[in-house]
């Protein structure tokens, strides 16, 4: 069964660099099918997709985030990751890694998400 | 930017019709997915392409579309189904496609 687990540190300092890794299991990302990507939630509002991945590197981000992300894919380790620069505490929310049919499709695996605040 | 439109909450009680509306201009030109969210947990996809549902997610879950307007209907509402519900799709209007998730729907069972 497939599974994801996100990674990494709980607490980013303002203006700084945030960085997260999903590492897949029960599957490979390398899968021609699939796509992988970031999606965060704020404290008590609701979801943001941030970008998504194909194991070749193909990537496509959210316009009002494009400037501060990227998303990267290790097919050796089975992972992909999250850099989102200039952090702020608008930033602080639980990311989550997820698996999606294609780039813009629904996401039918999620990891258990990573939460990350944004604090000096 | 485009958005997708929720109601902010939805009661009903035990045992009957829950439905969930999720509105949008793009929505007859791109599937639309739901999600379950229960508090502390990650998103479950419960409908996928408009009216798809995955394994494992009970009949009482259904999907539907009409115009700009796609709904979310659980049959037979049970306790367990309070939780908040987001609507999914896409904005194809620029250079390329990207994910856009509505503001999500509270439900509560009474």
């Known amino acids: 069964q497939l599974q994801l687990q996100g990674s990494g540190p709980g607490l980013v300092k303002p203006s700084e660099t945030l960085s997260l890794t999903c590492t897949v299991s029960g599957g490979s990302i390398s899968s021609s099918s699939y796509y992988w990507g970031w999606i965060r939630q704020p404290p008590g509002k609701g979801l943001e997709w941030i970008g998504s991945i194909y194991y070749s590197g193909i990537t496509y981000y959210n316009p009002s985030l494009k400037s501060r992300v990227t998303i990267s894919v290790d097919t050796s380790k089975n992972q992909f990751s999250l850099k989102l620069t200039s952090v702020t505490a608008a930033d602080t929310a639980v990311y989550y890694c997820?698996?999606?049919?294609?780039?813009?499709?629904?996401?039918?695996?999620w990891g258990q998400g990573t939460t990350v605040t944004v604090s000096s | 930017s485009y958005e997708l439109t929720q109601p902010p909450s939805v009661s009903v009680s035990p045992g009957q019709t829950a439905r969930i509306t999720c509105s949008g201009d793009a929505l007859p030109k791109q599937y639309t997915y739901w999600y379950q969210q229960k508090p502390g947990q990650a998103p479950v996809l419960v409908i996928y392409k408009d009216s798809e549902r995955p394994s494992g997610i009970p009949e009482r879950f259904s999907g539907s579309s009409s115009g700009t307007t796609v709904t979310l209907t659980i049959s037979g509402v049970q306790a367990e189904d309070e939780a908040d519900y987001y609507c999914q799709s896409a904005d194809s209007s620029g250079t390329y496609s990207y994910v856009v998730f509505g503001g999500g729907t509270k439900l509560t069972v009474l």
């Open positions: 997820a698996r999606l049919k294609g780039y813009y499709f629904g996401m039918d695996v």
